[in-house]
């Protein structure tokens, strides 16, 4: 059996926003010695133990952090994984987390610690507005596809997107560094039609009750097809009105 050390390894900072959750990846080993070990309990401390953010034992939790805090991984798969919902601007850190392990020892990893930069999701000045990107000029009745880049910090506390306009919806989430805000573009297919013309394409997006929106301006070009049939000798003849 390769030796194991007692260790813990997790981001220095992770990021999260204002009202949604946050989860501070976690991993953690000890020297089990060729043994196996099944009965864990877990505890997250905020500062210098002063409050208990997590704790196997429920009852344990700092009134401040109860029903806002849960372990998203699994101790007996050395995943220590903290998730703190409903984020608020005091929840800052640090961070320590500590491992007692039934019939062999208890540590906590003071050398390892970890702080969260709450971010308000509602100030339109903050990059976490959505980012819309389209065509900068279009043809009417040729489909065409927008795309609205969200940062979010909880991938169970998406936010809910909007479009204000008719099309198909997609969506994919982008993979991004531990501990920073995780990406989700979502696209809008559609046709454009004349009447779109300087017209306001808007994505917005909803976090906590709050809502952000960015827009761009919609540049379509004519495309009519005007088709004239002549019945001299059976023919017909089609071409493009500009």
Request: aromatic content about 10%; charged content about 20%.
């Amino acid at each position: 059996h390769k030796l194991q050390t007692k260790n813990a390894e997790m981001p220095k900072s992770v990021v999260g926003l204002s009202g949604s959750c946050v989860v501070i990846p976690c991993t953690f080993s000890y020297p089990a010695k060729g043994k196996t070990y099944t009965e864990f309990t877990g505890i997250w401390y905020k500062g210098y133990y002063e409050f208990t953010v997590y704790h196997t034992d429920t009852s344990k939790i700092s009134d401040t952090f109860k029903g806002r805090s849960s372990l998203t991984g699994d101790l007996r798969q050395n995943d220590c994984s903290l998730k703190i919902s409903s984020l608020s601007s005091s929840d800052t850190g640090p961070f320590i987390f500590r491992i007692e392990i039934k019939d062999l020892d208890k540590f906590s990893f003071g050398q390892n610690k970890t702080s969260v930069t709450v971010k308000a999701c509602h100030n339109i000045k903050t990059p976490e507005i959505p980012i819309v990107s389209v065509e900068e000029e279009m043809t009417s009745g040729k489909p065409v596809t927008a795309t609205c880049a969200v940062s979010h910090s909880c991938p169970s506390d998406l936010p809910r997107v909007t479009w204000n306009h008719d099309g198909t919806h997609s969506s994919l989430s982008q993979p991004q560094n531990p501990g920073q805000l995780k990406l989700t573009s979502y696209t809008l297919t559609f046709t454009p039609s004349r009447e779109d013309h300087n017209k306001h394409l808007s994505c917005s997006a909803e976090f906590e009750g709050k809502t952000v929106t960015d827009y761009r301006t919609l540049k379509v070009k004519c495309n009519i097809l005007s088709i004239l049939t002549f019945k001299n000798k059976g023919s017909s003849l089609a071409f493009m009105v500009p």
